[in-house]
């Protein structure tokens, strides 16, 4: 399985974007690029993929690399409530027989400031 | 719609006894996944169901199983528990197997003595 690096841990202020980057040099050329978030004392929750090109949804943004090597999540202007550890995860393409199986590293726990 | 719903939300237990976890996928769905939660070793998958058949198994140990029922209600159990099995139990459910969004439950808290 593809392993993805993120930094431990991030500082953002209220009312600002905040990037979020994710290596994953092993992608393979069917890996899905995943962003989960998890808020204090909830399960994960999701919050966008892409493939190869940027993706934006009413969360967030993903920006992919062009050689897909890394990525970045954009929260466009943090909140209070965008503090959570976020985990970037490949997940194989649909029918292959791990699709249904995430990979959770450590992820980067995002602390916003007022 | 309702969300994932997890049952008992806690839960204490003795070293020995066994343990049966409940999770009751958002309506629809019929994939469910469990996850265990540690401090040391985050969040690992344990397994998926889809359609009462396991698909995917993670790394541990015979005394971890589960099942899924037919209206995709999946249960899991723990058996001859041990102290390391202290965690928070997530449960995941999507539309089917592979489907790219997972939504998860606020999971079981368990506790061994």
């Known amino acids: 399985d593809a392993k993805t690096t993120q930094p431990n841990s991030m500082e953002s202020n209220e009312e600002e974007p905040v990037h979020l980057p994710c290596n994953h040099s092993?992608?393979?050329?069917?890996?899905?690029i995943h962003w989960y978030r998890q808020l204090p004392s909830q399960g994960p929750e999701y919050v966008i993929h892409?493939?190869?090109s940027n993706v934006n949804n009413r969360m967030a943004s993903l920006a992919i690399a062009e050689d897909r090597k890394s990525s970045t999540l954009i929260l466009h202007r943090a909140t209070l409530r965008d503090a959570a550890v976020y985990y970037c995860?490949?997940?194989?393409?649909?029918?292959?027989?791990?699709?249904?199986?995430?990979?959770f590293g450590q992820g980067t726990t995002l602390q916003v400031k007022p | 719609k309702a969300g994932v719903t997890q049952t008992p939300r806690y839960l204490i237990k003795t070293r020995g006894q066994q343990v049966t976890l409940s999770c009751s996928p958002i309506?629809?769905?019929?994939?469910v996944s469990w996850y265990q939660q540690t401090p040391g070793q985050g969040l690992q998958f344990l397994f998926e169901?889809?359609?009462?058949?396991?698909?995917n198994k993670g790394n541990f140990p015979g005394r971890f199983s589960g099942r899924q029922f037919s209206n995709s209600r999946s249960e899991m159990n723990v058996s001859t528990l041990e102290l390391g099995d202290s965690a928070l139990y997530l449960c995941?459910?999507?539309?089917?197997?592979?489907?790219?969004?997972?939504?998860f439950g606020p999971g079981t808290r368990l506790t061994v003595t």
């Open positions: 995941a459910s999507s539309l089917g197997a592979g489907a790219y969004e997972q939504y």
């Open positions: 092993t992608i393979s050329g069917t890996d899905y």
């Open positions: 892409g493939l190869t």
């Open positions: 995860i490949l997940r194989p393409r649909l029918g292959s027989s791990n699709t249904g199986k995430l990979i």
């Open positions: 309506s629809g769905h019929r994939s």
């Open positions: 169901y889809f359609s009462e058949t396991q698909r």
